[in-house]
């Protein structure tokens, strides 16, 4: 183990899988409490064609996914605020057109991009490059600072959106920072987890600690724990055996950690004296946020 941290891909793949695991369930907290789970599976696709692009016009295939993924982000927030269209069809409608536009373009892409994709598809740590690191921190430290400088108005958005509106806070703007900072971590997380499962990392942690915690700010620290035990214990795992991959070890020990929460959250829920509703604490915590 202690050879393993002389070695430069795998500092370098401890490094992506840190920021990853801090980053997704951060996002992942405000995204579950706005009941869009699924916002990181659809922007996962769309960024399956900005990948495509990067193979097709020969540039980096992770600034093209950025670039592509906050388009379709901001397409998708439009759409559903806008349109009639309520937010399962416009997340459907991100399902379909970036999946149809990353076969296209990868079928008149030059030949042997079809092998590079699975890395993207199903992630590949151990082979992320010190490039790739320069991009995943730059993104990082972009998504970690929206968490920070926004953190208080994205949670009264995500507890009310109608209570934020009357609040004086600007909902659009919002709304939109919410699917442009998914977009970026979604991009961030495809070398690690891979898009098929970058939205399991933006979402299981949050549901582990919700099992586990009351408060907004304590539940999101603590899925972001979890996000980097499993992301650094499923590293480990692929590491050590070379048959294991990287993505699926470090997801399946979410679900793992899932499972032991929904067990040890009885008891800790148990031991809790009884509150008022959860209508009524939501409404207490949006008028101290707003004060």
């Known amino acids: 183990m202690i050879e393993l941290l002389d070695k430069q891909f795998f500092q370098l793949a401890l490094i992506a ?42 540039t980096a295939p992770v600034l093209t996914a950025v670039a592509v993924s906050v388009i379709g982000a901001v397409a998708i927030e439009l759409v559903r605020a806008r349109g009639r269209t309520s937010g399962d069809v416009a997340l459907a409608l991100l399902f379909y057109g970036g999946i149809a536009g990353g076969v296209m373009l990868m079928g008149i892409a030059p030949g042997g991009s079809n092998a590079k994709l699975n890395s993207y598809l199903f992630g590949a740590i ?118 294991v991959p990287p993505g699926a070890a470090i997801v399946l020990l979410a679900l793992c950690g899932f499972v032991l929460a929904l067990g040890v959250g009885k008891f800790v829920r148990r031991g809790r004296p009884r509150e008022s509703t959860v209508s009524e604490r939501s409404s207490m915590r949006v008028e101290e946020v707003t004060r």
């Open 17 to 58: 899988a840190l920021l990853v695991g801090l980053c997704a369930p951060a996002v992942g907290t405000f995204i579950v409490q706005r009941k869009l789970a699924l916002l990181g599976d659809g922007i996962g696709h769309v960024a399956l064609t900005g990948v495509a692009l990067g193979f097709l016009t020969g």
């Open 126 to 243: 151990a082979s992320v490059t010190t490039e790739d690191i320069w991009i995943i921190g730059a993104l990082a430290v972009a998504v970690i600072a929206v968490v920070v400088i926004f953190g208080r108005e994205l949670f009264v958005l995500c507890q009310d959106e109608e209570m934020a509106r009357a609040s004086g806070l600007p909902v659009r703007f919002l709304s939109l920072l919410i699917a442009v900072t998914a977009a970026l971590t979604v991009v961030i997380a495809m070398r690690v987890v891979g898009l098929l499962l970058v939205s399991a990392l933006m979402v299981i942690p949050v549901a582990t600690s919700q099992q586990l915690t009351r408060g907004f700010r304590s539940t999101m620290g603590l899925a972001m724990l979890f996000g980097v035990i499993a992301a650094v214990g499923g590293l480990l795992s692929s590491t050590l055996s070379a048959r």
